[in-house]
């Protein structure tokens, strides 16, 4: 019988394979060697190169924003206007000395006591140094004037030694080689605040007889006839008294004068 109805086609094979020559087999490791050298020399040389230093690198924003949205703000003032316990916060913000004490009591005064209205916090510029006023309070003034002061000087205090890297003036910027602004760079890092607005303030205030001038000499004077020193210092008053906090208080410190005078 023949088997010719049951038997199944046969799969096609294809054209048989030719190996690879040896000399064409050896060019195919040496290119892929080279791949791989050139990977490995991409991947060090990214890991070793030095940050540009002629970019300003701004940190905290998203913690300066988290600590103080929703918080009401206007002018100097942090918190409800109606609060029974008012603090008044002297500082500088290119002071070193400042630096330590305002980011160790801000963050828990600011959610323990302003965000729930017991205390409001009024930030008063007063210089560590020879100036009587200090560069920097020009931005935090021109923030404050947008309800954002606070966020500004918070910002400004986090990154104090980027400030110290490539300087605060626009002189100092430009010997450090900067491509950009550090004052405007803190004022893009608030969130709220309208930067073309920040900036015609800023330059505003920083000429002579300015009204912002006058309010920081004000602020000046102020803290020398309450005697303040160097450092942070805090002014806390309240239904039962008053307390004053010299020399860079600690967060402990400012609660137990709070507790005594609410």
């Not at 009401?72 to 206007?81: D, I, K, V, Y």
């Not at 966020?151 to 900067?178: P, T, W």
């Not at 000499?217 to 309450?226: D, H, P, V, Y």
Request: glycine share 10%; hydrophobic share 35%.
């Amino acid at each position: 019988m023949s088997d010719i109805g049951t038997t199944e086609p046969e799969l096609s094979q294809g054209p048989p394979q030719r190996p690879t020559p040896r000399r064409g087999r050896i060019w195919v490791i040496l290119i892929a060697l080279f791949a791989l050298t050139a990977i490995g020399y991409s991947i060090v040389n990214l890991a070793t190169q030095k940050p540009n230093q002629n970019i300003v690198r701004i940190a905290g924003v998203g913690e300066t924003q988290e600590l103080f949205g929703g918080v009401p703000q206007e002018g100097a003032r942090l918190g409800s206007e109606d609060a029974p316990v008012v603090v008044q916060v002297f500082a500088d913000e290119q002071c070193g000395d400042c630096r330590e004490s305002f980011l160790a009591t801000i963050p828990t005064l600011t959610e323990k006591y302003a965000r729930p209205g017991k205390v409001k916090f009024l930030y008063r510029h007063y210089s560590n140094s020879e100036n009587e006023i200090e560069y920097g309070f020009y931005g935090t003034e021109a923030a404050a004037e947008q309800g954002s002061g606070w966020e500004y000087a918070y910002l400004f205090f986090v990154n104090q030694d980027e400030a110290n890297r490539v300087g605060v003036s626009e002189a100092e910027n430009r010997r450090s080689g900067l491509r950009e602004n550090l004052m405007e760079s803190l004022a893009g890092g608030v969130e709220e605040l309208e930067t073309e607005e920040w900036e015609k303030a800023f330059e505003e205030g920083k000429e002579k007889g300015s009204a912002m001038e006058k309010s920081l000499l004000a602020q000046e004077e102020l803290g020398s006839k309450l005697g303040i020193r160097y450092g942070i210092a805090m002014i806390v008053n309240g239904p039962g008294g008053n307390v004053t906090l010299q020399e860079n208080p600690t967060l402990p410190e400012v609660e137990a004068a709070i507790a005594k005078v609410e």
